[in-house]
T-cell receptor, first 111, second 114 residues
Framework: LAKTTQPISMDSYEGQEVNITCSHN???????ITWYQQFPSQGPRFIIQ???TKVTNEVASLFIPADRKSSTLSLPRVSLSDTAVYYC????????????FGSGTQLTVLP | DAGVTQSPTHLIKTRGQQVTLRCSPK?????VSWYQQALGQGPQFIFQ???????QRGNFPDRFSGHQFPNYSSELNVNALLLGDSALYLC?????????????FGQGTRLTVV
């Protein structure tokens, strides 16, 4: 599976839009890009999944350029409760049963 | 609809002992996967169970074993505990026929080995 690289940490302020970029240079044709969120002492929670272009749900947007070698998770108007670790994963279709996590990005939202 | 539930939430064991952790998957899910998450690291895949059999295994020694019951619940057993086994153990459930990449995680069991 393609290795992902994302920033170790990011700080933001309440109300701002946060963009977390992930690189996955060796992504394969049938790989999806998936993001999970994890709060301390809780299990990860699925945020969004995409294959190409743009995907939006009630929580976030995911932007994927045509070459798919990177992706950007966008969180609109963050609040203090968005402080968490965000993981970018590259996963084959149907691979929810065996996910490969990196170290993630610690997002800290400041008042 | 109950999500994934794990028990116990916290556990303290002594080196050399054995431990059993339990997981009930989300209603309707048939596959259970176990992960180990050390402090400051992302979850690492241990193994997955489907139809009461271990289907895939990560890079973990045989001290780690599991079981899945007919009702899809699962247990993770760790023998001969080492200090390095101290971690958050996460259970995730999914539906085998699902083409997506969404798994549902429990809140985990915090295991401390002293």
């Amino acid at each position: 599976l393609a290795k992902t690289t994302q920033p170790i940490s990011m700080d933001s302020y309440e109300g701002q839009e946060v963009n977390i970029t992930c690189s996955h240079n060796n992504i394969a044709t049938n790989d999806y890009i998936t993001w999970y969120q994890q709060f301390p002492s809780q299990g990860p929670r699925f945020i969004i999944q995409g294959y190409k272009t743009k995907v939006t749900n009630e929580v976030a947007s995911l932007f994927i350029p045509a070459d798919r070698k990177s992706s950007t998770l966008s969180l609109p108007r963050v609040s203090l409760s968005d402080t968490a670790v965000y993981y970018c994963l590259v996963a084959r279709s149907g691979s929810a049963r065996q996910l490969t996590f990196g170290s993630g990005t610690q997002l800290t939202v400041l008042p | 609809d109950a999500g994934v539930t794990q028990s116990p939430t916290h556990l303290i064991k002594t080196r050399g002992q054995q431990v059993t952790l339990r997981c009930s998957p989300k209603s309707g899910h048939d596959t259970v996967s176990w992960y180990q998450q050390a402090l400051g690291q992302g979850p690492q895949f241990i193994f997955q169970y489907y139809e009461e059999e271990e289907r895939q295994r990560g890079n973990f020694p045989d001290r780690f074993s599991g079981h899945q019951f007919p009702n899809y619940s699962s247990e993770l057993n760790v023998n001969a505990l080492l200090l390095g086994d101290s971690a958050l153990y996460l259970c995730a459930s999914s539906l085998r026929g699902n083409s997506g990449t969404e798994a549902f995680f429990g809140q985990g069991t915090r295991l401390t080995v002293v």
